[in-house]
């Protein structure tokens, strides 16, 4: 990666799901640019290691699934049927008591929003 950067064909060596263990050996290798991480109100468990280490190594954080997979986007209705071939139905956030904390979760950023006079979405991303 590091001679196709030197070449130009590539302008920066990004990291997905990187551990910060990982991106502490590769930045012993070359530069890292970004990390591309899940980051939601769901899932931050990031913010322990992994910010640090990106943070340490001058790496950029690119968040994916800010809206966690959709329940935050301010459409999703927890009486909402997914398709047997969503891929979400495998997910341990979609399924049994996790799901119903997590329905509970939206509604609770809902009334936030209502009461801020926002969409939910704009509450999940501030």
Known sequence: MAEL????KI??????EAAADTIR?????HPISAVQSEYS????DIETSVIPAC???GATLVA???LGRGMLSGAFKHDMALAKDDYRTLTPRFQGEAYQANVALVE??????SAKACQPAQVALA
Do not use: D
């Not at 050996?25 to 290798?29: P, W």
């Open 5 to 8: 950067l030197a070449e130009g």
């Open 11 to 16: 302008r920066g060596i990004g990291l997905s």
């Open 25 to 29: 050996r590769a930045t012993a290798i």
């Open 41 to 44: 109100i769901f899932s931050r």
């Open 55 to 57: 943070i340490e190594a």
């Open 64 to 66: 994916y699934s800010p």
């Open 108 to 113: 609770e950023i809902a009334a936030i929003a």
